[in-house]
């Protein structure tokens, strides 16, 4: 994208990672921004990004809607919704979870997997459940098998996204008691001997066996 004075861009900041600001001189390579914390800096065109003018200011829940899919791109759009309390968000059939650091068990009860079964990918809000009910539906019904990744470093929460993965697939497979205990229960109690394989403790999560 060719820059002018007037751009609305992205520069690296030591303390914020990015900030947005306005290109208010071009001179070759050298481009001097206007950043809207007030300061004025000279930056390479090559480090310099572009900023969607026209992104809402909420964000959006699928980031292939973004007119510029950069670093700085995605990460204001996922802070501008972890602001509204929404941590998931999707890139086409990717979900995107951002640590909320507490509890939010109405996101996870009974009645919000019921909205997610059989409802179309993407109909809803972004959730794991949609992408576990994508796959669920996917195997039943082309009956060919289905893997779910969960990446992430250390500390983000893979297991918890997990555990919310094999919750819903249990609630779909059936919930009828053997021995006293659903398959829900079963299912959600074999997690920590499948975690145990391959951990590693590491400085942000102590879960190593």
Same mark, same amino acid.
């Given at each position: 994208?060719?820059?002018?004075?007037?751009?609305?861009?992205?520069?690296?900041?030591?303390?914020?990672?990015?900030?947005?600001?306005?290109?208010?001189?071009?001179?070759?390579?050298?481009?001097?921004?206007?950043?809207?914390?007030?300061?004025?800096?000279?930056?390479?065109?090559?480090?310099?990004?572009?900023?969607? *003018?026209?992104?809402?200011?909420?964000?959006?829940?699928?980031?292939?809607?973004?007119?510029?899919?950069?670093?700085?791109?995605?990460?204001?759009?996922?802070?501008?919704?972890?602001?509204?309390?929404?941590?998931?968000?999707?890139?086409?059939?990717?979900?995107?979870?951002?640590?909320?650091?507490?509890?939010?068990?109405?996101?996870?009860?009974?009645?919000?997997?019921?909205?997610?079964?059989?409802?179309?990918?993407?109909?809803?809000?972004?959730?794991?459940?949609?992408?576990?009910?994508?796959?669920?539906?996917?195997?039943?019904?082309?009956?060919?098998?289905?893997?779910?990744?969960?990446?992430?470093?250390?500390?983000?929460?893979?297991?918890?996204?997990?555990?919310?993965?094999?919750?819903?697939? *249990?609630?779909?497979?059936?919930?009828?008691?053997?021995?006293?205990?659903?398959?829900?229960?079963?299912?959600?109690?074999?997690?920590?001997?499948?975690? *145990?394989?391959?951990?590693?403790?590491?400085?942000?999560?102590?879960?190593?066996?």
């Amino acid at each position: 994208t060719s820059l002018v004075v007037g751009s609305l861009v992205w520069v690296e900041d030591p303390d914020d990672a990015w900030i947005d600001g306005e290109v208010v001189e071009v001179k070759g390579e050298d481009i001097k921004v206007l950043c809207t914390s007030g300061k004025t800096v000279v930056v390479k065109a090559s480090n310099v990004y572009p900023q969607d *003018a026209e992104a809402p200011p909420c964000g959006v829940d699928d980031m292939t809607k973004l007119a510029y899919l950069h670093e700085p791109g995605v990460l204001q759009n996922l802070r501008s919704r972890y602001d509204m309390n929404e941590i998931y968000t999707y890139t086409g059939n990717i979900l995107i979870a951002v640590n909320p650091f507490r509890r939010l068990p109405h996101l996870y009860d009974s009645h919000m997997m019921a909205q997610y079964k059989g409802a179309a990918f993407g109909e809803l809000s972004p959730h794991p459940f949609a992408v576990a009910d994508a796959a669920y539906r996917l195997m039943m019904n082309e009956g060919i098998s289905q893997s779910i990744l969960v990446s992430g470093e250390s500390g983000a929460g893979k297991t918890e996204s997990t555990k919310l993965l094999m919750r819903y697939l *249990a609630y779909m497979g059936g919930r009828a008691a053997a021995e006293g205990r659903t398959v829900e229960q079963q299912v959600l109690e074999s997690n920590p001997v499948l975690e *145990a394989f391959g951990n590693a403790k590491t400085v942000r999560n102590n879960n190593s066996r």
